[in-house]
């Protein structure tokens, strides 16, 4: 992945199956890839989706693999836009999020590249955790960062999906809505002492291998990828006060919208930076809030990919305009010079 390239990074599509979503990703991101990524000419072309392309949370491999041939199935101008670029050499990268994080399967990594790329499998990567360009971005959804959404054991995933994982607390909640307000409760405290007992696998030796591993696939020191797996534990004591402080305030009309980068953004450069492997993009989505900032003390830029669904959490253009949907785009020059930053594309005749 080195020399001249375009990457073009968007996020939380959140494709299932069905289309009725009023924004209709399954319907405008066809008409991006042909009009922008396809009519572009030059250097290496990268489409990377930022994690919850696709809804795929919660299910066995057979239902896993079922869902995405239906999802495919139900935007077919969007799974024949994917199949052109593949054709065209376009490199695609699916980085998990936490509602598609299935797509780490083996099996379903190996369905998706066979469906979108028959002749070259190769041209489809999933990243069950980040991309990593050397000196250039790291791309991960986020929800590693999130308390409620994280997944300790994320590398697990890429062995055998969620089958031998505990749900996070959030997903516990949310996993039997019918039932009982205390019931679900119960739920939570147990996803809580599970992720707690999670954080603590994730320094033990067998976990360290899946690290090693991946540092490899990631062309990163182990030490740094084991720093990074590290860096936002989580903790009941702290998640929970915070989680319900948000949650009154919602209730009350009064969220709190930020309008910087988050603080994980910093700890993710600083580390990296401490092992010699500064990036000039650190970007994310998870949020739906599009955002593009400066990080304290850091020369690494901070890009929030935002939503193409229409639960826009920003107060980016995207949140009056429906017809904006946000993207990152990042060119690398020959001599590993970068630029480039937030953007809106905008439909023909909207």
Not at 82 to 94: E, S, Y
Not at 171 to 176: D, I
Not at 194 to 206: F, G, N
Request: aromatic share 6%; net charge neutral; proline share 5%.
């Amino acid at each position: 992945m080195s020399g001249a390239a375009r990457w073009w990074l968007v996020s939380d599509l959140h494709l299932g199956v069905s289309d009725d979503d009023p924004r209709s990703p399954g319907k405008v991101l066809p008409e991006f890839l042909r009009g922008e990524v396809l009519a572009a000419s030059g250097p290496q072309q990268h489409v990377v989706f930022v994690g919850d392309t696709f809804e795929l949370a919660g299910l066995t491999e057979e239902e896993t693999l079922a869902r995405l041939e239906s999802i495919l199935s139900c935007h077919l101008d969007t799974f024949r836009a994917l199949k052109a670029c593949a054709t065209r050499d376009v490199q695609l990268h699916f980085v998990c999020g936490n509602h598609d994080v299935e797509l780490a399967r083996p099996s379903v990594a190996a369905r998706l590249a066979a469906l979108l790329s028959p002749v070259e499998p190769a041209r489809v990567r999933v990243h069950p955790w980040f991309l990593h360009v050397p000196r250039v971005l790291v791309a991960e959804h986020g929800h590693q960062h999130h308390a409620l959404h994280r997944i300790p054991e994320v590398l697990r995933a890429a062995v055998n999906g969620t089958d031998e994982l505990d749900l996070p607390p959030l997903a516990a909640w949310n996993e039997n809505p019918s039932r009982s307000r205390l019931s679900r409760a119960g739920a939570v405290a147990r996803a809580c002492l599970a992720s707690e007992r999670a954080e603590l696998r994730v320094r033990e030796h067998a976990y360290d291998q899946l690290l090693q591993t991946e540092s490899l696939r990631l062309a990163l020191d182990r030490v740094a990828v084991r720093d990074l797996a590290q860096l936002s534990r989580f903790r009941t004591v702290s998640a929970l006060p915070v989680t319900a402080t948000r949650m009154v305030l919602a209730a009350a009309g009064r969220n709190v919208v930020r309008e910087d980068a988050p603080a994980a953004a910093v700890r993710v450069a600083r580390t990296l930076e401490a092992h010699g492997a500064a990036v000039s993009w650190y970007v994310s989505g998870h949020t739906h809030r599009a955002l593009e900032s400066a990080l304290e003390a850091s020369p690494t830029r901070y890009a929030n990919t935002g939503t193409w669904g229409s639960d826009v959490r920003g107060r980016g253009p995207d949140q009056s305009d429906r017809r904006a949907f946000p993207y990152v785009v990042v060119d690398v020059t020959r001599d590993g010079a970068t630029s480039g930053g937030l953007r809106y594309w905008r439909p023909e005749g909207a």
